[in-house]
């Protein structure tokens, strides 16, 4: 019954005002109230489901001819109770929210004890600490989720937060003496703007993580002063980007033609792949020391592995990871010619440095994975470039980012989509065009995808585990996901549905039972006939 109100609403027609009969809203209001009381029963999940299409709707897409930042005027008198009505009732889309993010939580709560195949190198302890930390990642975690992509977001689209951004940008571009008729010089201080909104909207979340959540649990290592010059240091290199690629993006939609969206994929194609190349070069420098990997048994066993696989290795890094966190990583980079590896500090004994070096505190020494360990850990990151992983990325990042441009030739032009945030009829800039498309008409496309790429994520890990099997490293490479589970606290127990949607890499418990069934199956292959 529902269902079918959704679809009246929207069949609509687009420039009417929706009505809803007296039997349409008492049967709405009846299903608020039902969900009000917080039944958690399958039916029930359903209709908040239906119950939050129909406040999108509400918002968004039955909006017309909207004066500048007027939001009660973009709904008619029966939506404008109704909508009083929803927000009073605390949001049913929390609710929603909450009972899928419930089923993540619970896990943490319900799991005491360390599950069998671990408990050879897991203790109580360490299991309680891992159980904790993940809990209180995952009540942060729901918690950003509803303030930031819920609340905000929703009083963000109500009060037409990117038309009244444009509207103080074209004021900001009068006052400083630029064309405040050029859409370009708009543009740019428009995307500056709201760079310096984002940053002040994320520091409250990333001074609690860094400092709070990641200090109660021992992995934070950073100071306040390196924090600050940390995050001054990315909003200036976040700009030197962002304004010159929207100015470009601007022109090319300008000048571009029917056919602009190709120009546009060819730039931006260019210079994601530009960035990409210069990103270890010249970028990571400026937020993380790097230093030459110092030459003994490691550094010669690295380039022997390289070499046994043809990968053109010139330069070995290790960057000092420490100082911004105790967590461990490893990682290659560099797409034409010659690449280099880069291991954290966190990732090697001892920091990779003398045991008597000053710089080591105690709970330092000891630390880290055995060389055979590291080798291992290699040995599946250049599983990854060997399989053809990174270049399949690519190709299908440079394709997802043609069909985006795609989609907006098709829709930027229409105008209810820049009415629907609260411009003024007539005017269409092409960032907030742009933002809009791909924020919320593509929504349910990008999460198509993005759920895509897990799985083809978590394929490529168990190819990449295979391929460090097949090296020898099955046992090696076993223990240095033991050790850096254990080391980064990770939680070993979830729930397999919640995984496969969220987690790009199979959970260590999956990982060693199919490297173990790699092992045996290799052996049942050389295992002799029998008659």
Known sequence: ELQNQVDFLRSAHPSGLLTLDPSQQESIDTKLRFADEGCKSPEQLIIRFHLFIFLIHAYIVNVHSVPLIDPCERLSVSQKKYVSDALDRKYVNVLIVQDLKRIKISVFKKSKSVPHELQHVMNGETFEKSRVYGLDKADYGMFKMVVCDIIILQLELYYGFMAIVWARSVEIAEHLGLNAKSEIQVGCLFAVILNVIGVFKEMPFKIYSTFVLEEKHGFNKQTAGFFLKDQIKAFAVVQVLTVPVSAAIMYIVQIGGQYFFIWLYAFVAVVSLGIITIYPVYIAPIFDKFRPLEDGELKKSIHDLAS?????????????????????????????????????????????????????????????????????????????????????????????????????????????????????????????????????????????????????????????????????????????LIKLQLDNLGFPVYDWMYSAWNHSHPTVLQRLERLKSYSQGKKLMHKPKTQ
């Not at 690449?339 to 090697?348: G, N, P, Q, S």
Request: proline content about 4%.
């Open 308 to 480: 046994s696989v043809k990968f053109p290795l010139g330069q070995l890094f290790v960057v000092e990871g420490s100082k911004r966190s105790a967590h461990s990583n490893a990682y290659f980079t560099g797409l034409f010619g010659v690449k280099r590896i880069v291991l954290f500090d966190t990732l090697l004994v001892n920091k990779g440095l003398p045991e008597d070096d000053p710089s080591l505190t105690e709970s330092d020494k000891g630390k880290g994975c055995k060389n055979e360990e590291v080798l291992a850990v290699l040995a599946h990151e250049l599983g990854h470039w060997k399989l053809g992983h990174v270049a399949k990325n690519i190709v299908i990042l440079q394709l997802q980012m043609f069909l985006i441009f795609l989609a907006f030739s098709q829709f930027f032009t229409y105008g209810p989509l820049y009415e629907a945030v609260g411009l003024p009829a007539g005017e269409k800039p092409i960032l907030i065009g742009f933002m809009v498309i791909v924020m919320y008409v593509l929504a349910p496309y990008n999460t198509m995808i993005s759920f895509a790429m897990t799985i083809l994520s978590r394929r490529y890990e168990y190819q990449a585990d295979l391929f460090a099997q097949e090296l020898g490293y099955a046992n090696e490479l076993g223990n240095a």
